[in-house]
């Protein structure tokens, strides 16, 4: 009996083993097969400049719009029971 137990264990084991081995070839086949559609979706990203109407901005502006958030942020949890 133990010697079907373990006989049904390996089997299960090689199983699963063969499954992931699988697994692995076909998701390198298919990385081989999609890295031209790919290559165009990997471009380097370039880097801008901050548009002109947050450049100019003093700093206590984004103070201010920190405590905005930060006030909304506040309300919302108190009314959903957070605080």
Known sequence: ???Q???????GMMVVFSFLALLLII???SAKLLKPYSEKEAS???SHRPSSA???KPPDDNRRLTAIISAAIAAHRARI???
Do not use: Q, R
């Open 27 to 29: 998701i390198h086949l």
């Open 81 to 83: 029971g957070l605080y």
């Open 44 to 46: 380097p990203v370039t």
């Open 1 to 3: 009996m133990i010697v």
């Open 54 to 56: 947050w450049a100019g």
């Open 5 to 11: 137990g373990l006989k049904l264990t390996m089997l």
